[in-house]
């Protein structure tokens, strides 16, 4: 869908419209919609809008001139919205911003929910995703590798968070997550992901 077609929409800009122009987030409706209809590791709405909220951050960053490294972006978005963010933590970060001249308050109040992203895919890009008659085990491996990312990206911020605040030591790492499934039945053991690929556990080679 072209830029024009997207800015007059069907009816009243919605906020992402307004967002994407006053950001000058240029491309990411395409990227947004095809994320949402792809047939393999398709993103769900609500990472759509974590998505869409860390570029509103980058691009609020590189409006103030605020240098960043890789990953750190994603760590200041978690630092500002996850729930399990201690209040002390989160108003570090937002001090720090505010120094860096960001307005935090207009910032958040930019954010956008799924809803936002919902209504700006299906009403202005007229967008829709017919779920894929899939193999069952093949839509679950996709996400069991989903959830395993998610894992591994969360434990790593934690860890971070850990070790710049002075409370452990630990260099450079790599997060790995596995998720592992015991048949008390044959006595074996599998990672979730191969567990998946195999069709099965050994019980049905002892039938």
Known sequence: MDSSSES???????????????????????????????????????????????????????????????????????????????????????????????????????FVTYQAIRTYLKDHRGAEYTPDETDPLEREKANAQQLRGRMAAVTEGKLEQLRDGGHLTLGEFRTLAEIRVVCEDCNTQFDLVELLERGGCNCSADE
Do not use: M, P
């Open 8 to 110: 007059s929409g069907r009816g009243r800009r919605s906020k992402v419209v307004r967002l994407i122009e006053e950001y000058d987030l240029q491309g990411i409706g395409a990227e947004l919609e095809r994320y949402w209809t792809a047939d393999e590791d398709r993103r769900s709405l609500r990472d759509l809008a974590d998505y869409f909220n860390r570029h509103l951050l980058e691009a609020a960053l590189d409006s103030a001139g605020v240098q960043h490294l890789d990953g750190e972006t994603e760590n200041t978005y978690r630092l500002l919205t996850d729930d399990d963010v201690s209040s002390a933590d989160r108003t570090r970060v937002r001090r720090r911003l505010e120094r860096d001249g960001v307005d935090v308050d207009e910032l958040e109040s930019d």
